[in-house]
């Protein structure tokens, strides 16, 4: 597609419930990272995809997040039994490769979830 | 452990005037990246600075890197209301392929 395509784009669930978010780079692009930004501040880092493969996952928050990527193109991050502090915008990104780091990455639009 | 710091973290200015937001970092690094996000708005592009004394510029924004002071910059020249947004540098990558983001610098432009 043209851009990062991120759904849903607002999430409301109660405490405890499992939520999905999608995640659909940029056509090609091979690398694809997940961050967290809570209001008004910066990005947490949660995990990368070079294509299907996560080499390192120790930035998720905790194991109740997990993420995967199939076919080399959309990626879900998966949270279960969710908690207030889960609450936050989760942002996408994608970049034509990890390796090429004179490439910026390129972001969706996020998905603000709130857990009541 | 790379570290990144911008300041300010906050700036209110008026339109015509000039400013600089400044992004420290604490190691070697290949890499700074600028971006621009808007509320409720996702991050945008606006520079990647390769080398040690690269500067990019666009439109009123321009951006310069030191990486013997490991000290970027963004300069706002004579600011428009247009460029109020929180502004984030980052720097990397790592051995992980991970950007290493500073906590934003959000500008307010009064007319």
């Known amino acids: 597609g043209a851009g990062v395509s991120q759904s849903p784009s607002n999430k409301v669930t109660e405490k405890g419930k499992d939520v999905e978010l999608r995640c659909d780079p940029i056509s090609g692009h091979t690398a694809l990272y997940w961050y967290r930004q809570s209001l008004g501040q910066g990005l947490e880092f949660l995990i990368y995809f070079q294509g299907n493969s996560a080499p390192d996952k120790s930035g998720l928050p905790s194991d109740r997040f997990s993420a995967e990527r199939t076919g080399g193109s959309v990626s879900t991050l998966t949270i279960q039994r969710t908690q207030q502090e889960d609450s936050a915008v989760y942002l996408c990104a994608s970049s034509p490769s990890t390796g090429d780091s004179n490439q910026p990455q390129h972001f969706g639009d996020g998905t603000r979830l709130s857990i009541l | 452990e790379l570290k990144v710091e911008q300041n300010p973290l906050f700036l209110s200015m008026q339109e015509g005037k000039n400013y600089t937001i400044y992004c420290n970092y604490s190691t070697t690094s290949d890499r700074l990246y600028w971006y621009r996000q808007d509320p409720g708005k996702s991050l945008e592009s606006l520079f990647v600075?390769?080398?040690n004394g690269a500067v990019k510029q666009e439109g009123r924004l321009m951006a310069s890197l030191d990486t013997k002071a490991r000290l970027s910059t963004l300069h706002i020249t004579a600011a428009v209301h247009d460029l109020s947004a929180t502004y984030f540098c980052?720097?990397?990558?790592?051995?992980?392929?991970?950007?290493?983001w500073g906590a934003g610098t959000k500008l307010i432009i009064k007319p």
């Open positions: 980052a720097v990397g990558p790592n051995s992980n392929y991970q950007l290493i």
């Open positions: 600075l390769l080398s």
